[in-house]
Nanobody, 124 residues
Framework: QVQLVESGGGLVQAGGSLRLSCVLSGGTFFDFIMGWFRQAPGKKREFVAAITRGGGSQSYADSVKGRFTISRITAKNTVYLQMDNLKPEDTAVYSC?????????????????WGQGTQVTVSS
């Protein structure tokens, strides 16, 4: 059974940086596109970023373009989300997700596996 475990969340001041990690186990990492989503209190879960199997193509939500970078290392079964110039509105629980496909998708309903999430809080 595929499992995803996130880490790296925390409390940071506005303008600061965090790097989230997500490790996949129980499956072949290269088989999956990987995505990051977030959910703030009282809001729906929203797409943040996604990356193809080989890492050669990425997709980002408009709200994070130029500030966040998604990457992956196959040898470590890990996907990362580097978050720079953080804003208070980035405060949310961040979850990684996996889907066994070639094509990127921002649709949360398309993903098959989800991690538990890690809290990111940005203070003003």
């Amino acid at each position: 059974q595929v499992q995803l475990v996130e880490s790296g969340g925390g409390l940071v001041q506005a303008g600061g940086s965090l790097r989230l990690s997500c490790v996949l186990s129980g499956g072949t990492f290269f088989d999956f596109i990987m995505g990051w989503f977030r959910q703030a209190p009282g809001k729906k879960r929203e797409f943040v970023a996604a990356i193809t199997r080989g890492g050669g193509s990425q997709s980002y939500a408009d709200s994070v373009k130029g500030r966040f970078t998604i990457s992956r290392i196959t040898a470590k079964n890990t996907v990362y989300l580097q978050m720079d110039n953080l804003k208070p509105e980035d405060t949310a629980v961040y979850s990684c997700a996996a889907k066994n496909t070639w094509q990127l998708t921002p649709n949360r309903d398309d993903y098959d596996y989800w991690g538990q999430g890690t809290q990111v809080t940005v203070s003003s």
